[in-house]
């Protein structure tokens, strides 16, 4: 909170205003000299944000103004006039305001970090997203930040709103920042939010770019508390081809991430997973000392026990079991993590007997 507010004093000087010293003349920064009318109120997707006139003359100082509706933006009751302001509700036509923002996005990047600002840039997304000219703009203020935003614990909840209420089409920009960036979002607490949300709302070629970077950063990811998170989501979803892809990435890997804690989360929902057959087999072919290594690790035993739990009852599972019983007899008794490997061995050689 005090970062943003240094950001924030360092981009404007902030000066005590009261909405009624703000009248419609004020935010007419585009509005021809003699006339009153914003000349794009008719038609809101002819406003041309990046060339104004030449008879462009602020009645007051932008860095004032720009202070003026950021104060508006993000105090209590400020906010609630903002939000009527583009209803029409309040003292100046909505287009003007809307204008300006967009010809000042760094407006919404400071709001969004806001608990009020946050609520008037929902409602300020809500009226432009109407006017597909007008959001291109909106996109553009946002893309230079959009990976701040969302790793920002007040920020995010706005790319949130925008990932559920925004059309499919105006959504195309957050894919694909999350796509650019997969590996700082997937490695960060809030980021990891975001990036699933993003592998959740997106579709077909979008979401297959997002699975592929996935994929591209997958060992990295695995070691990390929550870029294992994320690659758990993405083998929830059920693309058979990112599973049987992941599974085949991971597979050269496999003792190093089974050993270590975040990694043997990945591997295990790898052996769930529909590519899962291959991690078996891969598990079944280890050398001796290998092998013995997984049955004997804290966490790597428990990987042992999924695998042969998915595998009951097929050729696998008698080669893996097999090969797990051709270790040292001593790690039946000596090893803690081995004793339950055995067990598990154990129950499930029950269960077939039973269902036999």
Same mark, same amino acid.
């Given at each position: 909170?005090?970062?943003?507010?240094?950001?924030?004093?360092?981009?404007?000087?902030?000066?005590?205003?009261?909405?009624?010293?703000?009248?419609?003349?004020?935010?007419q920064?585009?509005?021809m000299?003699?006339?009153?009318?914003?000349?794009?109120?008719?038609?809101?997707?002819?406003?041309?944000?990046?060339?104004?006139?030449?008879?462009?003359?602020?009645?007051i100082?932008?860095?004032?103004?720009?202070?003026?509706?950021?104060?508006l933006?993000?105090?209590?009751?400020?906010?609630?006039?903002?939000?009527?302001?583009?209803?029409?509700?309040?003292?100046?036509?909505?287009?003007?305001?809307?204008?300006?923002?967009?010809?000042?996005g760094?407006?919404?990047?400071?709001?969004?970090?806001?608990?009020?600002?946050?609520?008037?840039?929902?409602?300020?997304i809500?009226?432009?997203?109407?006017?597909?000219?007008?959001?291109?703009?909106?996109?553009?203020?946002?893309?230079?930040?959009?990976?701040?935003?969302?790793?920002?614990?007040?920020?995010?909840?706005?790319?949130?709103?925008?990932?559920?209420?925004?059309?499919?089409?105006?959504?195309?920009?957050?894919?694909?920042?999350?796509?650019?960036?997969?590996?700082?979002?997937?490695?960060?607490?809030i980021?990891?939010?975001?990036?699933?949300?993003?592998?959740k709302?997106?579709?077909?070629?979008? %979401?297959?770019?997002?699975?592929n970077r996935?994929? +591209?950063?997958?060992? /990295?990811?695995? *070691?990390? !508390? =929550? $870029?294992?998170?994320v690659?758990?989501?993405?083998?929830?979803?059920?693309?058979?081809?990112?599973?049987?892809?992941?599974?085949?990435?991971?597979?050269?890997?496999?003792?190093?991430?089974?050993?270590?804690e975040?990694g043997?989360?990945?591997?295990?929902?790898?052996?769930?997973?529909?590519?899962?057959?291959?991690?078996?087999?891969?598990?079944?072919?280890l050398?001796?000392?290998?092998?013995? %290594?997984?049955?004997?690790?804290?966490?790597?035993? +428990?990987?042992?026990? /999924?695998?042969? *739990?998915? !595998? =009951? $009852?097929?050729?696998?599972?008698?080669?893996?079991?097999?090969?797990?019983?051709?270790?040292?007899?001593?790690?039946?008794?000596?090893?803690?993590?081995?004793?339950?490997v055995?067990?598990?061995?154990?129950s499930?050689?029950?269960?077939?007997?039973s269902?036999?």
């Open positions: 909170m005090q970062q943003h507010a240094m950001q924030r004093q360092a981009l404007i000087q902030r000066i005590e205003a009261d909405e009624r010293t703000m009248t419609p003349g004020v935010l920064t585009s509005v000299a003699d006339s009153h009318q914003a000349p794009y109120a008719s038609d809101p997707n002819s406003i041309n944000v990046g060339n104004l006139p030449q008879t462009y003359q602020p009645t100082r932008e860095s004032e103004l720009t202070s003026r509706i950021l104060d933006m993000t105090s209590e009751d400020g906010s609630l006039r903002f939000q009527r302001s583009l209803l029409g509700q309040g003292f100046v036509y909505p287009l003007d305001l809307v204008q300006y923002i967009m010809q000042h760094y407006i919404l990047i400071i709001a969004a970090k806001d608990d009020y600002g946050i609520e008037s840039v929902k409602v300020f809500d009226f432009v997203k109407q006017y597909p000219h007008m959001f291109n703009w909106v996109t553009s203020a946002l893309e230079e930040n959009v990976v701040e935003l969302m790793m920002h614990p007040t920020a995010s909840k706005l790319i949130l709103y925008c990932l559920r209420t925004l059309s499919y089409r105006q959504k195309l920009f957050l894919f694909q920042a999350a796509t650019r960036n997969c590996k700082k979002l997937g490695k960060n607490a980021g990891k939010v975001i990036l699933e949300e993003c592998i709302f997106s579709q077909d070629s979008q %979401r297959r770019n997002i699975l996935l994929l +591209y950063h997958a060992l /990295t990811l695995s *070691k990390t !508390s =929550k $870029g294992n998170l690659l758990q989501f993405a083998l929830k979803i059920g693309d058979q081809e990112f599973d049987r892809d992941i599974c085949r990435v991971l597979k050269n890997h496999l003792e190093d991430l089974s050993t270590d975040n043997s989360y990945v591997i295990e929902a790898c052996l769930k997973s529909s590519g899962g057959e291959e991690l078996v087999r891969k598990l079944a072919g050398e001796k000392n290998e092998l013995e %290594r997984l049955v004997t690790d804290r966490y790597a035993n +428990y990987i042992i026990q /999924t695998a042969l *739990k998915i !595998s =009951k $009852g097929t050729s696998l599972y008698d080669e893996l079991v097999h090969a797990i019983r051709g270790l040292s007899e001593e790690l039946r008794e000596e090893n803690f993590y081995a004793t339950k055995f067990r598990c061995i154990g499930l050689e029950r269960e077939i007997k269902n036999h």
